[in-house]
């Protein structure tokens, strides 16, 4: 994959990835908009009904009251008669309908002693009607002597009209009212009982404050930590006149009204939550994997120019073997044909060796290297490889320094394998020191364990590569330059056997300065 593709593709996946959660956040958003609207509607709604619900509460209070004040009084004020009569005759059924309707108004006026709203006196009225009705049969013209005789039917009904007085008194009271002080109209105990139903009705279990306003000044009833919002929309008229007008506003406030939004599409906003956490958490894993096939790509590019590099020098030496043994003047001489020989088979070998590295790794990872364990003792196997490169290391003038201080060693492992794995770390001391290879070699017991501790002091690896020493074909990035040979297999194959072994292998470095491998591998007895 080039560059500009992958740079193509990593900036679509995060725009679309921009725009989902864009659009997330948008639909969050307005969810809790709409879910606000809904709120305040409601409350409004439920303070309109409460409104209403205290007026006529006080109305019927007092109106029940007059009534029996009413029924009490035996003096009348003054009174006033009105009557209506109807007469119809029916020429050809010979039959004669009569229709008489009266309503007596009779007025009080109730001393201040006997109902107390703050004035000299009130009038009210009771309103009594009666009506009747009455067919006569077999007259032409009926006259005042007529009207004597029995009808044939005759039909008469009387009482108060309550809903007559029920409106003459609204009208009043209202009028009365106006000169009443809010406090002993309405309690604070009453409007908290009634906020508190109502909205339990409606669902919104919510703490509350409140008060009542008039003409934007405070009076005497409101509850006790109630803070005035001139922005607040909960507010409603109360206590209307006969003319539809007020002065007073009942407010409401609710502390906690933003918790009591959210909260009531909480699990919707956890769902959308989790789902974008699930889209982001693919994105980032399909982004992690993008990145990862680039650096593999990166690494395989760095792997074939390294076996590039190190298959055509000993083929490069084998040609110019083969050459030299072509030719007359060197043909018949036995010593430097063996030479010569000699040279083309130690590079067939090289380039054998480096094959069956990465061979021995894919079987490693397919977990088709069988790996026999046998007890064996450190110490001898760390011998063993520092035979096989103190040679190297004496050609550089350079050295190795052994503190093997550990008092058991004795370890199941298999030897081969094991000792390849040291020889793998020397190896790679010995290459990257620039200078003549200086390395220490310890051991010691930590609880059931040993520790064998390689250090060199050469060019070290920078915090990036540490992190990555141990994967397969990794080497820092130097891009085509192969100033130290190696194909990035040698360090891969030592943890797989470390870890195939039961122990831990790990590395601490620093740029010029060396690298410190640390092996730990339990004890058998």
Not at 32 to 59: G, P
């Amino acid at each position: 994959m080039s560059k500009r593709i992958f740079i193509l593709l990593v900036l679509l996946m995060s725009l679309s990835l921009i725009g989902i959660i864009f659009v997330q956040a948008f639909f969050i958003k307005d969810s809790v908009e709409n879910e606000r609207n809904r709120f305040e509607s409601n409350v409004i709604s439920t303070l309109y009904e409460v409104s209403n619900k205290i007026d006529d509460k006080e109305y019927y209070a007092k109106f029940e009251s007059f009534q029996k004040l009413i029924n009490s009084e035996t003096e009348v004020d003054s009174n006033a008669v009105s009557q209506l009569f109807i007469y119809q005759q029916n020429k050809n059924t010979k039959e004669a309908l009569i229709y008489r309707s009266g309503v007596l108004e009779e007025n009080y006026k109730l001393s201040q002693s006997l109902f107390d709203i703050g004035l000299d006196s009130i009038a009210i009225q009771r309103i009594t009607g009666t009506s009747s009705l009455e067919v006569y049969k077999g007259k032409d013209l009926i006259d005042d002597t007529d009207l004597r005789e029995n009808p044939i039917i005759s039909l008469t009904e009387s009482g108060r009209i309550k809903e007559a007085e029920a409106n003459y008194f609204r009208k009043n009271f209202r009028a009365w009212a106006k000169t009443i002080p809010i406090h002993k109209r309405v309690s604070n105990e009453i409007i908290s009982e009634m906020l508190t139903q109502k909205l339990k009705e409606d669902n919104i279990d919510l703490d509350f404050e409140y008060a009542i306003y008039s003409n934007g000044l405070a009076t005497k009833v409101q509850s006790e930590n109630f803070e005035y919002d001139k922005h607040s929309k909960f507010r409603v008229p109360i206590f209307y006149d006969d003319n539809g007008q007020t002065p007073y506003k009942l407010l409401v406030d609710f502390p906690n009204d933003h918790s009591f939004v959210l909260s009531s599409i909480l699990g919707m906003i956890l769902l959308s939550i989790v789902f974008t956490g699930i889209i982001i958490i693919a994105y980032a894993s399909a982004l992690y994997q993008l990145i990862k096939q680039r650096k593999i790509s990166e690494i395989k590019t760095d792997f074939i120019n390294n076996m590039t590099h190190e298959f055509k020098t000993p083929i490069a030496t084998i040609n110019l073997a083969l050459d030299a043994i072509r030719n007359p003047t060197i043909i018949n001489d036995k010593d430097k044909v063996k030479r010569y020989l000699s040279m083309i088979k130690e590079e067939n070998k090289r380039m054998h060796a480096q094959v069956e590295n990465v061979l021995r790794i894919s079987k490693l990872e397919k977990n088709e290297l069988n790996i026999s364990k046998d007890r064996v003792r450190l110490h001898d196997l760390i011998e063993t490889a520092i035979a096989h490169v103190e040679l190297i290391v004496e050609n550089r003038k350079g050295y190795i320094k052994t503190s093997l201080e550990a008092n058991k060693s004795s370890i199941l492992a298999n030897e081969t394998h094991f000792t390849n794995v040291i020889v793998n770390i020397l190896d790679n001391a010995i290459k990257y020191s620039p200078n003549a290879p200086e390395i220490e070699v310890s051991t010691e017991n930590v609880g059931t364990n040993i520790l064998l501790k390689i250090k060199d002091h050469g060019s070290g690896m920078s915090k990036a590569a540490v992190k990555r020493a141990f994967e397969k074909f990794y080497r820092e990035h130097t891009g085509n330059i192969h100033n130290v040979k190696g194909h990035g297999l040698g360090l891969a194959y030592v943890k797989r056997i470390v870890d195939d072994h039961q122990g831990y292998v790990s590395v601490e470095s620093e740029k010029g300065k060396g690298s410190t491998f640390s092996l730990k591998l339990p004890l058998i007895s």
